[in-house]
Protein backbone atom coordinates (compact mmCIF):
# COMPACT_ATOMS: atom_id res chain seq x y z
CA UNK A 1 0.00 0.00 0.00
CA UNK A 2 1.32 3.72 -0.64
CA UNK A 3 -0.28 6.75 1.26
CA UNK A 4 1.23 10.05 0.29
CA UNK A 5 1.07 12.66 3.34
CA UNK A 6 1.28 16.44 3.58
CA UNK A 7 2.37 18.51 6.59
CA UNK A 8 2.19 22.09 6.70
CA UNK A 9 5.17 24.15 8.25
CA UNK A 10 7.02 26.89 8.49
CA UNK A 11 10.28 26.15 9.41
CA UNK A 12 10.70 22.42 8.37
CA UNK A 13 10.59 21.34 11.58
CA UNK A 14 7.26 22.27 13.44
CA UNK A 15 3.88 22.07 11.68
CA UNK A 16 2.41 25.44 10.75
CA UNK A 17 0.01 27.11 13.46
CA UNK A 18 -2.19 27.81 10.43
CA UNK A 19 -2.62 25.60 7.33
CA UNK A 20 -3.76 28.51 4.93
CA UNK A 21 -0.16 30.59 5.73
CA UNK A 22 2.21 27.57 5.82
CA UNK A 23 5.32 28.79 3.95
CA UNK A 24 6.78 24.95 2.98
CA UNK A 25 4.29 20.89 2.69
CA UNK A 26 6.55 18.71 3.83
CA UNK A 27 5.77 15.23 1.74
CA UNK A 28 6.17 12.03 3.04
CA UNK A 29 5.73 8.95 0.36
CA UNK A 30 4.68 5.72 2.79
CA UNK A 31 4.99 2.10 1.18
CA UNK A 32 5.17 -1.11 3.29
CA UNK A 33 4.45 0.84 6.30
CA UNK A 34 7.85 2.36 6.06
CA UNK A 35 8.86 6.34 4.85
CA UNK A 36 9.49 5.74 1.32
CA UNK A 37 10.43 9.27 0.89
CA UNK A 38 9.92 12.72 2.32
CA UNK A 39 11.17 16.00 0.74
CA UNK A 40 9.75 19.93 1.34
CA UNK A 41 8.25 22.20 -1.45
CA UNK A 42 7.52 25.49 -0.93
CA UNK A 43 3.94 26.51 -1.46
CA UNK A 44 4.18 28.37 -4.06
CA UNK A 45 0.18 29.09 -4.08
CA UNK A 46 0.97 31.52 -0.87
CA UNK A 47 1.48 34.65 -3.28
CA UNK A 48 -2.17 34.49 -4.67
CA UNK A 49 -3.30 34.17 -1.37
CA UNK A 50 -5.39 37.35 -1.74
CA UNK A 51 -7.76 35.60 -4.05
CA UNK A 52 -9.37 32.96 -1.86
CA UNK A 53 -10.83 31.00 -4.61
CA UNK A 54 -7.71 30.85 -6.90
CA UNK A 55 -5.16 30.26 -3.66
CA UNK A 56 -7.29 26.77 -2.43
CA UNK A 57 -7.49 25.43 -5.85
CA UNK A 58 -3.50 26.17 -6.67
CA UNK A 59 -3.36 24.57 -2.97
CA UNK A 60 -4.75 21.15 -4.58
CA UNK A 61 -2.89 21.28 -7.63
CA UNK A 62 -0.05 21.59 -5.37
CA UNK A 63 -0.73 18.41 -3.24
CA UNK A 64 -2.79 16.59 -5.51
CA UNK A 65 -1.32 13.40 -5.39
CA UNK A 66 -1.48 13.20 -1.42
CA UNK A 67 -3.73 11.08 0.20
CA UNK A 68 -4.09 13.10 3.85
CA UNK A 69 -2.81 16.32 4.94
CA UNK A 70 -1.94 16.28 8.58
CA UNK A 71 -2.49 19.85 10.27
CA UNK A 72 -3.24 21.77 13.07
CA UNK A 73 -5.48 24.70 12.11
CA UNK A 74 -7.80 25.22 9.05
CA UNK A 75 -10.70 27.27 8.01
CA UNK A 76 -13.92 25.00 7.42
CA UNK A 77 -14.59 26.69 3.91
CA UNK A 78 -11.24 25.39 2.77
CA UNK A 79 -11.04 22.10 5.01
CA UNK A 80 -14.67 21.15 3.13
CA UNK A 81 -12.77 21.83 -0.38
CA UNK A 82 -10.28 19.41 0.39
CA UNK A 83 -12.75 17.02 1.28
CA UNK A 84 -14.57 17.44 -1.48
CA UNK A 85 -11.40 16.93 -3.44
CA UNK A 86 -11.20 13.44 -1.61
CA UNK A 87 -8.45 14.76 0.88
CA UNK A 88 -8.57 12.88 4.26
CA UNK A 89 -7.97 15.49 6.94
CA UNK A 90 -5.73 14.49 10.07
CA UNK A 91 -6.00 17.11 12.70
CA UNK A 92 -3.63 16.93 15.32
CA UNK A 93 -2.67 19.13 18.48
CA UNK A 94 1.52 17.84 17.92
CA UNK A 95 3.72 20.76 17.51
CA UNK A 96 6.98 18.83 15.96
CA UNK A 97 6.20 17.21 12.49
CA UNK A 98 8.54 14.18 13.67
CA UNK A 99 5.68 13.45 16.20
CA UNK A 100 2.56 14.15 14.17
CA UNK A 101 3.96 11.41 11.32
CA UNK A 102 4.98 8.94 14.40
CA UNK A 103 1.57 9.11 15.45
CA UNK A 104 -0.06 8.53 12.18
CA UNK A 105 1.93 5.56 11.37
CA UNK A 106 1.39 4.30 14.26
CA UNK A 107 -2.27 4.88 13.55
CA UNK A 108 -2.19 3.82 10.46
CA UNK A 109 -0.44 0.06 11.14
CA UNK A 110 -3.00 -0.27 14.23
CA UNK A 111 -5.79 0.30 12.14
CA UNK A 112 -4.46 -1.95 9.23
CA UNK A 113 -4.15 -4.69 12.14
CA UNK A 114 -7.43 -4.98 13.20
CA UNK A 115 -8.85 -5.32 9.37
CA UNK A 116 -9.61 -8.82 9.42
CA UNK A 117 -8.68 -10.49 5.84
CA UNK A 118 -10.13 -14.00 6.55
CA UNK A 119 -12.88 -14.62 3.99
Same mark, same amino acid.
Given at each position: ?????????????????????????????? %???????????????????????????????????????????????????? %? %????????????????? %???????????????????
Amino acid at each position: MKIKIAIPTDDKINISENFDTSDFFKLITI %ENREIASEKFIRNSAIESQKDSTNYIKQIIILLNDCDYIILKNISADVKKYL %E %EQNKNIVETSEKIITNA %ELNFLTELIRNESNTCCCP
